[in-house]
């Protein structure tokens, strides 16, 4: 591994966390950091106390949004270890969402090893509730002080922590779910399958008018027809019909969730009929009306498994097992979070171990 910088900031005291943690709110002690030029490469491998950015107002993302990020987490397991879940896959992800945005990748081992160093030194910080977890979220963004839209010249990768819990106010409550189709999140060639901020620019105003009218979160529509099911911009969504699992085809316009993948991977381990095909809102809402739709939830690494519980598309709505949480989702949930937690085996060998000492 590169060298590490190491600026520790000392505490006498364990973090003491509040009972209720939400998403997002609070951040652990330091983060790691490092700069990229053509001429360098990456370096300033850096783990140092977080603070406020001090940034010239030309920094090229700020204007042209050339920029993307990653979310995965590290849970504290029964027997006090600590693991980072499918790292590998969230860092190739972020490769693949820099080089549609002109931006370089990463060294996936060596940034993992430093990711373990600073989840190993922020450990405490790591809540121990089942449910609660340590987000971890990297970003890339291109850094050149200079007005004007072509590639930076200049990078910096910053990976910040933060203890959650749920990332919706339900909770494993069934959420509720507004099919939109005035605005679209993303089309196929475009940035949809990156993890790039002006995807979620995008689905805010949807969002606000969701959020007005009761409901949680929008189902956003292929950019096209306006027909086929995508994805919920904070989740991809899973439907069972009677006779089949289905979840949207990745047809470019959708991010490929890793919680997606270990789903998919789940159910194929349990012989269930799981395909990825083009699947309609019409469809889903025809076939609810026939009985033949059994469950509808929603994968992703801030919300796990989150189940759908009514959904409205124009002037028809529908509730799904009675807006109660489905059979398949709660096993899901189950599954995946006994995997995290170290009550199920890791068969797919999915887990990295964060070891109490320090690698570098
Ligand atoms: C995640 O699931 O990690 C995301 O980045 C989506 C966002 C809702 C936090």
């Excluded at 987490?73 to 980072?84: C, E, L, S, T």
């Excluded at 896959?89 to 996936?108: A, G, W």
């Excluded at 979840?247 to 381990?269: A, C, H, Y």
Aim: charged fraction near 25%.
């Amino acid at each position: 591994m590169k060298d590490i910088r190491y600026e520790i900031k000392t505490r006498t005291e364990k973090p003491v966390l509040p009972e209720s943690l939400g998403f997002g709110q609070i951040f652990t002690d330091h983060i790691f950091e490092m700069d990229y030029t053509a001429e360098k490469g990456w370096h300033n491998h850096a783990i140092k106390p977080l603070a406020n950015f001090n940034m010239h107002p030309a920094t090229m993302f700020i204007h042209y949004g050339q920029a993307a990020f990653e979310g995965l987490k590290a849970f504290r397991q029964i027997n006090d270890d600590i693991v980072i879940f499918r790292a590998d896959k969230h860092f190739q992800r972020l490769n693949n969402s820099s080089k549609r945005l002109c931006m370089p990748d990463v060294d996936i081992p060596s940034t993992i090893d430093a990711l373990k160093e600073l989840v190993n030194i922020d450990r405490d910080w790591i809540p121990t509730k089942h449910g609660e977890s340590l987000y971890i979220r990297p970003f890339i963004f291109g850094t050149d002080p200079v007005l004007g839209v072509k590639p930076s010249q200049g990078y910096k990768l910053v990976t910040m922590l933060s203890p959650v819990g749920a990332y919706y106010p339900e909770g494993f409550k069934p959420v509720k779910i507004l099919v939109q189709d005035d605005y679209v999140r993303a089309v196929r060639k475009g940035l949809g399958e990156c993890k790039t901020p002006g995807n979620y620019a995008a689905s805010l105003l949807g969002a606000e008018i969701a959020k007005n009218e009761g409901y949680t979160q929008v189902l956003w529509l292929d950019a096209v027809t306006l027909k086929n099911i995508e994805e919920v911009g904070t989740m991809n969504i899973y439907i069972q019909f009677n006779d089949e699992v289905v979840t949207p085809q990745l047809t470019g316009g959708i991010l490929p969730g890793i919680t997606r993948m270990s789903v998919l991977q789940i159910l194929k381990d349990w012989n269930y009929n799981v395909t990825e095909r083009v699947v309609s809102v019409e469809e889903l809402f025809d076939r609810h009306a026939k009985g033949e739709v059994l469950d509808v939830f929603g994968t992703g690494t801030a919300a796990v498994i989150s189940s759908v519980g009514e959904m409205k598309f124009k002037d028809r709505k529908i509730f799904i097992n009675d807006g109660t949480t489905g059979e398949l989702a709660r096993k899901l949930f189950a599954h995946l979070t006994g995997i995290h937690y170290g009550k199920i085996a890791d068969e797919h060998n999915w887990l990295t171990r964060v070891p109490v000492e320090v690698t570098a």
